[in-house]
C-alpha cells in the first residue's frame, strides 16, 4: 500500500506548476521522491532567485520574465536583481555600476600569471586558474559580497585578456566610463562598440545570467555549503562549466553549420544524423518542454543582426534544422542554437563561446552563493547502494585466483 503523502496548498500549487504533460499530483510527488539518474526532476533545494516553467517555456529572474528582462533591462541592472531581489532605483543602479566598473581592472600579479602561460593554453583552463588567483591577492577584511563583485567585474576582464594574450595583442585596460557589455567588447576587439552591438552583448549576457540548478550552479552552491570563500565556489563553477554536455554546446553548433555549408544540405545532414542515432546539438533540453525561451528571443532578434550574407546563408540552415527537428523528433531548440551566431557577429571567437557563457553566468552563480550562505546547510545527498552484500575479508594467503568478470 503505498503511503499518502499531504502537503499544504501553497506546496500543492508549487507542485503542480512541476507536473509534467498528463502527470497527476500523487504521480509527481513519487517521482520527486524517487531516485533519478542524473538526479533529473529531483527537488534538490529551494532557491528564490530563477524559475523555469519547462511546459510553458518561461524563464523567470526572482519573478520577472526573461523577455521583459531582454528588452528593458541591462547586465548591471540584473545582476543587481539576482543579488538583491529586487529592481534597483535609478541612484542604486547608478552607484552600483560604478562599484562594478571600479573594480574591473586586474592584479599586475594575475596580468603575470597569464603572460606566463603558452599561448596556446585553453582558454578554460587559464579562467579557472586566474579566478581561483583572484583570491590570492584579496583583502581578508572583505564581505563575501564586496567578493561577488569582484568576480563579476574581473571575470570580463580576465576573458578579454585570455583571447589577447592568446593573439599575442596587447591587454587593454578596462574603461571605466563604458557599461559592462561595452567594455567588455571593447577589451575584447579593441574597438568602442556600436550602440546596437552592445546592446545584443548585453542581451547576450542577460540570457546566460542564470539557469536554477544546472550543473555549474549546483557545484558552486555544493562547495558554498561546506562554508568554502566565495573563490573556491566560482573556480568550481568554472570546472563544471567547461564540460562539453554543459558550456560548450554553442560551440558545436556553429562547427555543425560550417559542416553544413549551404542551406540545400541542411535537410540531407540533419536526417543523415539522426539515422545513424548521433546527437544533433542544440536542440532539446532536461526541463524545457517546448522552445527555450532564450532561443526564441535569439531567433526573434536575427532580423537585427543577421546582415551579411554568410551570417544569412548560417541562419537558413540553423532554421532548417529546427524545422526537421521538430518534424521528425518533435524536438525544441535551445539556446546554443542561435547564441554562437549571434557571437561571431560581435567578433568573439568559438572557441571563447564558453569563457564567455561564464562571464554571463557569473551573475547568478554569486547569487546562488550568496544564497546558500544566507540559510547554509551542507549539501550531502545519499547515494542508493548497488554493491555486493557484506563480504567476510579473507587474508591474501588463503585467497584463490578468480577470473575477472566471472
Not at 578579454?160 to 577589451?187: C, V, W
Not at 545584443?200 to 558552486?220: C, G, K, P, R, W
Not at 562539453?244 to 555549408?261: C, D, F, Q, S
Not at 540559510?375 to 567476510?392: H, S, V
Request: glycine share 6%; hydrophobic share 40%; charged share 25%.
Amino acid at each position: 500500500m503505498s503511503k499518502v503523502i499531504k502537503v499544504s496548498e501553497e506546496t500543492h500549487a508549487r507542485l503542480a506548476k512541476l507536473a509534467k504533460w498528463g502527470e497527476t499530483m500523487d504521480q509527481v510527488i513519487q517521482r520527486l521522491t524517487t531516485q533519478s539518474k542524473g538526479l533529473e526532476d529531483v527537488i534538490a533545494g529551494q532557491s528564490s532567485i530563477c524559475f523555469i516553467d519547462g511546459k510553458e517555456g518561461r524563464l523567470l529572474y526572482r519573478g520577472y520574465d526573461i523577455r521583459d528582462l531582454c528588452k528593458y533591462s541591462s547586465y548591471e541592472e540584473t545582476a543587481y536583481l539576482l543579488w538583491y531581489g529586487r529592481l534597483p532605483t535609478e541612484e542604486e543602479l547608478s552607484n552600483f555600476s560604478h562599484q562594478l566598473a571600479s573594480k574591473r581592472s586586474l592584479p599586475r600579479e594575475v596580468v603575470s600569471m597569464l603572460l606566463n602561460m603558452p599561448r596556446n593554453v585553453d582558454a578554460m583552463d587559464a579562467l579557472r586558474v586566474l579566478v581561483a588567483a583572484l583570491g590570492l591577492f584579496d583583502d581578508p577584511l572583505l564581505s563575501n559580497e564586496e567578493r561577488a563583485s569582484i568576480i563579476a567585474s574581473r571575470i570580463g576582464t580576465i576573458v578579454a585578456a585570455i583571447h589577447r594574450h592568446k593573439h599575442g595583442l596587447q591587454i587593454l585596460e578596462p574603461d571605466s566610463t563604458l557599461s559592462f557589455a561595452s567594455n567588455f567588447l571593447y577589451m575584447l576587439t579593441g574597438s568602442v562598440p556600436s550602440r546596437e552591438n552592445s546592446r545584443l552583448m548585453d542581451t547576450l549576457l542577460i540570457l546566460h545570467a542564470d539557469h536554477e540548478f544546472n550543473a555549474s550552479t549546483f557545484t558552486a552552491r555544493v562547495i558554498a555549503s561546506t562554508l568554502s570563500d566565495v573563490y573556491s565556489a566560482i573556480t568550481g563553477a568554472v570546472g563544471a562549466l567547461k564540460g562539453p554536455l554543459h558550456g560548450g554546446a554553442n560551440e558545436k553548433v556553429v562547427e555543425m553549420t560550417r559542416e553544413i555549408g549551404s542551406p540545400e544540405n541542411a535537410e540531407k545532414y540533419i536526417l543523415s544524423k539522426l539515422s545513424s542515432k548521433q546527437k544533433v546539438m542544440g536542440f532539446g533540453h532536461r526541463v524545457y518542454r517546448t522552445m527555450d525561451p532564450r532561443a526564441e528571443i535569439l531567433k526573434e532578434m536575427s532580423s537585427q543582426f543577421v546582415t551579411s550574407d554568410e551570417e544569412k546563408r548560417y541562419f537558413q540552415i540553423l532554421s532548417i534544422a529546427e524545422e526537421v527537428m521538430r518534424r521528425e523528433k518533435n524536438l525544441y531548440p535551445n539556446v546554443d542554437l542561435y547564441s554562437g551566431l549571434a557571437l561571431n557577429h560581435l567578433g568573439v571567437p568559438s572557441y571563447l563561446f564558453t569563457p564567455f557563457f561564464a562571464v554571463g553566468r557569473a551573475p547568478g552563480w554569486l547569487a546562488h552563493v550568496l544564497e546558500q550562505y544566507s540559510d547554509n546547510r551542507i549539501i550531502r545527498p545519499r547515494a542508493e547502494y548497488t554493491g555486493p552484500e557484506f563480504r567476510q575479508y579473507v587474508p591474501i594467503e588463503r585467497r584463490t585466483a578468480q577470473v575477472v568478470g566471472s
